[in-house]
């Protein structure tokens, strides 16, 4: 004081514990705070992260949040998704269409993708996966799963039909031919994905999205398959323009 005599601290200032940062936290030369967290059970990280924007909405002006670390790569591939779904189908029907040198048949191919893709949604929302990147990588290899059991059975179809059957008897008949076949594949293909279905331990989410999405897809496919695609193949044969025959080759004897 002004006598050079001591004072007691609680005279002139109150004291408590609270908590804080040890250091000044700077994110892009803003003062900032670092959150982390995770989803609750049964909640994906994607519907969490989108809950915590929702707060943020609310929160005073001058307060904002980014993204850093896992949350940052999730926002950016789930961004990225809709594209990489749209190019992946672009080139299966492309390939489809150079293969068969025909607009039609790829079309009755690719309609049973969303059976597969349908499939694969079913099963994740049954376990109780979220709906994150790795299940993402597992829908786009369901989209050349289904495609390919569909391809076994258009293909026997178009061959028959050129033949002279029918299209409801050549669509019928190839189904039958290719079941065996169709069921063969499938079968081996989810028993080499169950180990990963039923993994366990550390790094078992990433490996149990991929193994259940591309399980439920390919069974979805499978069964929906043998059902769906002769009746594509119908449809949209008759809706398709019909194409010139080729002309008959002559044969020339050459003496």
Not at 51 to 79: C, D, F, I
Not at 204 to 211: K, P
């Given at each position: 004081n002004a006598n050079g005599e001591m004072?007691?601290?609680?005279?002139?200032a109150k004291t408590h514990w609270t908590y804080g940062s040890p250091r000044l936290e700077r994110f892009n030369g803003s003062a900032s705070r670092q959150i982390q967290g995770s989803a609750a059970p049964?909640?994906?990280?994607?519907?969490?992260?989108?809950?915590?924007?929702?707060?943020?909405?609310?929160?005073?002006?001058?307060?904002?949040?980014?993204?850093?670390?896992?949350?940052?790569?999730?926002?950016?591939?789930?961004?990225q998704a809709p594209a990489l779904y749209a190019l992946s189908l672009l080139f299966v029907f492309l390939c489809l269409a150079a293969l068969y040198e025909s607009w039609s048949i790829p079309i009755s191919v690719m309609l049973v993708v969303p059976?597969?893709?349908?499939?694969?949604?079913?099963?994740?929302?049954?376990?109780?996966?979220?709906?994150?990147?790795?299940?993402?990588?597992?829908?786009?290899?369901?989209?050349?799963?289904?495609?390919?059991?569909?391809?076994?059975?258009?293909?026997?179809?178009?061959?028959?039909?050129?033949?002279?059957?029918?299209?409801?008897?050549?669509?019928?008949?190839?189904?039958?031919?290719?079941?065996?076949?169709?069921i063969m594949t499938s079968l081996a293909f989810t028993l080499g994905v169950l180990p990963l279905a039923i993994a366990s331990g550390?790094?078992?989410?990433?490996?149990?999205?991929?193994?259940?999405?591309?399980m439920g897809g390919m069974i979805s496919a499978t069964i929906l398959a043998i059902f769906f695609v002769p009746l594509f193949f119908v449809v949209v044969q008759r809706f398709a323009p019909k194409q010139a025959a080729p002309a008959s080759m002559q044969e020339t004897e050459i003496d």
């Open positions: 004072v007691p601290f609680s005279a002139f049964g909640v994906s990280s994607g519907d969490a992260m989108a809950e915590m924007e929702n707060l943020m909405e609310k929160l005073p002006e001058g307060v904002g949040h980014e993204w850093t670390g896992l949350s940052y790569e999730e926002r950016q591939a789930g961004a059976l597969g893709v349908l499939g694969a949604v079913l099963a994740a929302t049954m376990t109780g996966l979220s709906n994150d990147v790795y299940f993402q990588v597992g829908l786009l290899v369901t989209i050349g799963l289904a495609a390919k059991n569909a391809i076994l059975i258009v293909e026997f179809a178009k061959s028959l039909y050129e033949r002279g059957e029918s299209l409801a008897d050549a669509a019928s008949h190839a189904a039958q031919l290719r079941l065996r076949p169709i550390p790094g078992s989410g990433s490996q149990n999205a991929i193994g259940i999405g591309v």
